[in-house]
């Protein structure tokens, strides 16, 4: 599976972006599908997971309330809306597969990772 991540880039305090993680080579099939960022001297954080089917879903509480994943499995793929977005926000954020259809927050059950995309939020 190859994993394309994009939409990030720079928006202001209090604006919104929506990611987008395609999936290439083979879709996404009965996995689950989750998001992560990592800025700058940080490790890598977990910010929510979808499972398979859509229905469930498993949201840092860091992001709760700003950040929304869906999916559109007819596409191959997942999305992430970020809004009320702070310049904490900012770092690189990546999508990656589980290994499971349940929607983790555990950084070790994705196996398949994309390259990232960058979001910088200003203040």
């Known amino acids: 599976v190859q994993l394309q991540a994009s939409g990030g880039g720079l928006v202001q305090t209090g604006g919104s972006l929506r990611l987008s993680c395609a999936a290439s080579?083979?879709?996404?099939?009965?996995?689950?599908v989750g998001w992560f960022r990592q800025a700058p001297g940080k490790e890598r954080e977990f910010l929510a997971s979808i499972s398979w089917s859509g229905s469930s879903t498993n949201t840092a509480d860091s992001v709760k309330g700003r950040f929304i994943i869906s999916r559109d499995n007819a596409k191959n793929t997942v999305y992430l809306q970020m809004n009320s977005l702070k310049p904490e926000d900012t770092a690189v954020y990546y999508c990656a597969v589980s290994a499971t259809g349940l929607p983790v927050g555990v950084r070790g059950s994705y196996v398949y990772w994309g390259q990232g995309t960058e979001v910088t939020v200003s203040s």
């Open positions: 080579g083979r879709p996404f099939g009965s996995r689950a």
